[in-house]
T-cell receptor
Framework: NAGVTQTPKFQVLKTGQSMTLQCAQD?????MYWYRQDPGMGLRLIYY???????DKGEVPNGYNVSRLNKREFSLRLESAAPSQTSVYFC?????????FGPGTRLTVL | GQQLNQSPQSMFIQEGEDVSMNCTSS?????WLWYKQDPGEGPVLLIA?????ELTSNGRLTAQFGITRKDSFLNISASIPSDVGIYFC?????????FGTGTRLQVFP
């Protein structure tokens, strides 16, 4: 039981490049989330998916897209990366009343 | 965007001391969660609180769900070096978590 896994662990992009962050959970949870964490701040919600086939915007969705590929997987895509998207990205999944987080992807956009 | 007010922002304490931190909100929450984050890692759930007034312990950690449902407290007793990290509170309504800004804890031997 790996919990929530994320790939890659680190990534460096140039401005304008695109990439997809992958997330998978093996806990059979319905809900999955993508957050970003910037220095000195808590986690801010980018997008979430309450169930397979549905996605909704969170607090900071601009510049991102998501895909809930199946119940296990929830990917985050940056179509045209910008330096303001330099951050640590966390995926999470939840059962009612709690959330479990992945180890994070540290993204730098030059 | 909405964030919870968490205090203190940072704490520097000696090993063996007790620690208290709290979180307040202008909104009511149905659930309060406390997480710890080590450098380079994701947040790890420490304690979950589901009912106003609830007091829950997990080893040396004790957390309380405020009676107004707008605040929560976390206490760590007899701190040890491995308690070092950032502690986050989070309020949960329906399916969305709102996070506090974190309390950075340093423990000196």
């Amino acid at each position: 039981n790996a919990g929530v896994t994320q790939t890659p662990k680190f990534q460096v992009l140039k401005t304008g490049q695109s990439m997809t962050l992958q997330c998978a959970q093996d806990m059979n949870h319905n809900s999955m989330y993508w957050y970003r964490q910037d220095p000195g701040m808590g986690l801010r919600l980018i997008y979430y998916s309450a169930s397979e086939g549905t996605t909704d915007k969170g607090e900071v969705p601009n510049g991102y897209n998501v895909s809930r590929l199946n119940k296990r997987e929830f990917s985050l895509r940056l179509e045209s990366a910008a330096p303001s998207q330099t951050s640590v990205y966390f995926c999470a999944s939840s059962e009612p009343n709690t959330q479990y987080f992945g180890p994070g992807t540290r993204l730098t956009v030059l | 965007g909405q964030q919870l007010n968490q205090s203190p922002q940072s704490m520097f304490i000696q090993e063996g001391e007790d620690v208290s931190m709290n979180c307040t909100s202008s909104s009511i929450f149905n659930t309060w969660l406390w997480y710890k984050q080590d450098p380079g890692e994701g947040p790890v759930l420490l304690i979950a609180l589901y009912k106003a007034g609830e007091l829950t312990s997990n080893g040396r950690l004790t957390a309380q769900f405020g009676i107004t449902r707008k605040d929560s407290f976390l206490n760590i007793s007899a701190s040890i070096p491995s308690d070092v990290g950032i502690y986050f509170c989070a309020g949960l309504n329906t399916d969305k978590l709102i996070f506090g800004t974190g309390t950075r804890l340093q423990v000196f031997p």
